[in-house]
């Protein structure tokens, strides 16, 4: 199959969405299938030219997006051409995959795909999780009434909605009127992780200087609201005079927020036990996940956690939140520890972790690899979003 994906932006620093196309890409190619991209990127911008699929970038010429703010306003600038282009070269394609909702890249779908020659599927990838509900009203009216009249149209003529769980499709269903979806859950994950060598290693600690040879908690994501860093640094803050390991707090942010997040961990923290090495990739990134202690998540809302996935695919036991959609199955398979997403409960299962046996955590990340090869891989994915397209023939034209 010849396939496309639709999606906002293929910068690396947009976090789990163009993660997990990528990964997918990996995953059909190794099945015989082609994968390529229709952006609003800069058709200048780095990540084009070296992308591993090609990628038809439909955004204006010029300096490419410095920051996030920059890289928001990308994702709602209105980009003529990439409508015309999705509408004059649907039908090269077999299926065609839209990622993520509530941006431009959503309105150049709607504008092209309902009613036309080829199947698609929309990933959400949890952007219709009422959280965002609750804690932006304002937005979340103004997608009231998008939804009517471009997300939800776009949806409801797809061959189906994807969702990476049962815990985010049901979710789903809770704020969005009216629905009428076609529904698959086909999971989620990664390709499995490099085994460790000495390189990784010695790329995170040149990026983290200030942590030496002590051993550590990592976080490793995006610095946004939703991923609970204030509850992470306060909870480390309450038990870290008592916990062997300094924290790690790894990723790219708003430079105002990262400024807050530092000032409460100089308030909350121990000086000198919480390090900020920004956004690490490569063989640094690969190192901090092989080396960490415990990778910790304790997010308002994750729809899966790629970070997760890997951390158990590197053997690494995790401290998860409730609300990352995947707790479940680590719960299940003891692979780790999760808490609420609030303090008192992120600093009781830190302290919980910090008295585990050098044998008890070992076993821990061990249960995490096994789950990592049941339930994480991209390869089910892809097989799952493969199905849909062979049995879908004619869907896009009813």
């Not at 409508?83 to 890249?105: E, F, K, M, Q, T």
Request: hydrophobic residues 45%.
């Amino acid at each position: 199959m010849k396939l496309l994906h639709v999606i906002a932006t293929a910068d690396p620093r947009d976090g789990g969405p163009i993660e997990g196309v990528l990964r997918l890409g990996e995953s059909f190619r190794a099945m015989g299938h082609s994968q390529e991209l229709l952006t609003l990127d800069s058709p200048d911008a780095p990540w084009v030219s070296g992308a591993p699929a090609p990628i038809h970038a439909m955004g204006r010429l010029g300096e490419a997006p410095r920051g996030p703010l920059d890289r928001l306003a990308l994702r709602f600038h209105r980009a003529p051409a990439a409508p015309r282009w999705l509408r004059a070269h649907a039908g090269d394609y077999d299926g065609i995959i839209v990622d993520g909702l509530w941006n431009y890249s959503t309105r150049t779908a709607r504008l092209a795909l309902p009613g036309g020659p080829t199947p698609y599927v929309v990933f959400s990838h949890g952007m219709l999780d009422p959280w965002f509900a609750s804690r932006f009203p304002v937005k979340h009216a103004i997608k009231q009434l998008l939804w009517r009249f471009n997300e939800g149209v776009l949806l409801r003529g797809a061959a189906a909605v994807a969702f990476t769980c049962e815990q985010e499709r049901k979710l789903a269903r809770e704020n969005w009127r009216p629905w009428g979806m076609r529904e698959a859950v086909v999971g989620f994950g990664t390709s499995p992780p490099p085994p460790p060598t000495a390189a990784m290693e010695q790329a995170f600690r040149a990026a983290v200087p200030t942590l030496g040879e002590r051993p550590y908690l990592l976080f490793l994501s995006r610095l946004h609201e939703k991923k609970g860093v204030d509850v992470l640094l306060e909870a480390f803050g309450a038990m870290a005079q008592d916990c062997p390991y300094d924290l790690v707090v790894a990723g790219p942010g708003e430079p105002a927020y990262v400024a807050s997040l530092k000032a409460l961990a100089e308030r909350q923290c121990p000086a000198g036990r919480v390090h900020w090495p920004g956004m690490v990739s490569g063989d640094a990134k690969w190192g901090a996940l092989h080396g960490c202690a415990a990778m910790v998540l304790t997010s308002h809302q994750e729809n899966f956690g790629v970070v997760v996935a890997e951390a158990v695919g590197c053997g690494r036991p995790v401290v998860i939140s409730d609300q990352v959609n995947i707790h479940d199955e680590v719960a299940a398979a003891r692979a780790g520890l999760v808490c609420r997403d609030e303090a008192n409960s992120a600093r009781d299962a830190l302290a919980r972790f910090s008295t585990l046996s050098a044998g008890e955590r070992a076993a821990m990340g061990e249960r995490g690899r096994t789950l990592f090869a049941e339930k994480f891989t991209m390869d089910s994915t892809a097989r799952r979003l493969l199905a849909i397209f062979e049995g879908a023939q004619g869907v896009g034209t009813q």
